[in-house]
Each structure stands twice: as C-alpha cells, then as structure tokens.
C-alpha cells in the first residue's frame, strides 16, 4: 500500500457474538489511526444448531474458541495481520480451512465486501490441544483516503469485524475502532487457512 493511514496492531480483543450467515464462503481490535490498539476481554459466542457437513470431525465448538487479532505489518501496498483462534475448551479439537471475515459498524452491518477466502484445495486439518492457537493471516489493502492504490473505494471506518472460525455459523465481533473499509463493490481484505502459529 503506498500510505499507511490507519493500521492495526492487536494482542487481544473484545469478542461478543452476533449470530448471521455461514462462513463456508468467505475479517479487530479496538484501534486508532496510529499503529496502536488496547486489548478487550471476550464473550462466549451463542452456539447455533447447524453443523457443516464439511467441517473436521473434531471442529471446535464455537463456545470453545475466543478469537482476537495481532500483527499490523505494512508493506507493498497492503497491511498483515493474523487471525488468532484459540482453544478455550479442556479437551483438544481441530479447524481446517478459512475463516470468514469482514468489517461492520456500531450496529452490526457489514461495510463492504467480505474478506475474499485464498484457501488450498486440501487445506491441512489442525489439531488444538487445550490453551493452544492457530492463526489465519489476513491482508487488507492500505486504503488511502486521498486516493489509494483501488479505483473505486471510498473509504469508511466501522468499529470492529466479525469473524467466522472456520465452518462456523456464528460470528465473532472483534471491537475496534477507525477500521477502514471499502464502501463499494471492490474487494480489500483476503484471507488465508488456518496454519500453525
């Protein structure tokens, strides 16, 4: 990205719980402009009834995970962070594959286009013991407001993202603040598998 005007940097966040569409398709901190962030504590997530029927025979229940973001490294254009999902549970269990991700505002809407999934055709199925993380990185454009290096994006900010684990149907909301996002059509985030931290 050619100006770094708001990145992220995390250690841990605020995790609190809207439950909406599934993640088999498709990112938190709580920031400010300058690369700094101040960590929340997290909420169980309210567990839903449908179950992917490609998840990992050992898919972490959502009430297991907490999710937080860390990194906020820029360069060539763009900004890297990892999604870190860890076994809050007593007994191990495993995630496979992508997680869904995009950024919302105060009310909960999503601002733009979801994060776009970059995933193997075979992504490795990872094994959590308890207390144990897994990260998925993601890449967000360095979106500048004065004109950046994506024809149409008029940049907004929300507050935070949602963050769907892994063929997970529940959303985790990671509180944040001046998150920039594209308000169009153009696509501004990816994310990757899961991978060992």
């Not at 402009?33 to 998840?55: E, F, Q």
């Not at 529940?170 to 059509?185: I, L, M, R, W, Y």
């Amino acid at each position: 990205m050619p100006r770094l005007r708001t990145p992220l940097l995390v250690a841990a966040a605020t995790l609190t719980v809207f439950l909406t569409g599934c993640s088999g398709g498709a990112p938190a901190p709580t920031a400010s402009p300058s690369p700094t962030a101040s960590p929340s504590p997290t909420a169980s997530p309210t567990p839903t009834a449908s179950v992917d029927p490609n998840a990992p025979a050992g898919q972490c229940a959502d009430d297991a995970l907490s999710v937080s973001i860390s990194g906020g490294d820029g360069g060539a254009g763009s900004i890297g962070y990892d999604l870190v999902f860890t076994n809050e549970g007593s007994a191990s269990c495993e995630l496979r594959g992508a997680p869904g991700v995009s950024v919302i505002d105060g009310s909960g809407a999503q601002l733009g286009e979801p994060a776009e999934q970059v995933d193997d055709d075979a992504p490795e199925t990872l094994t959590l013991q308890s207390g144990a993380s897994v990260v998925a990185p993601l890449t967000a454009v360095n979106i500048d407001p004065d004109g950046g290096p994506l024809d149409d994006c008029p940049v907004v900010h929300g507050t935070g993202y949602r963050v769907f684990p892994p063929h997970s149907f529940t959303g985790f909301v990671v509180e944040a603040s001046n998150v920039p996002a594209c308000d169009s059509s153009t696509v501004f985030l990816k994310v990757g598998p899961v991978q060992a931290s």
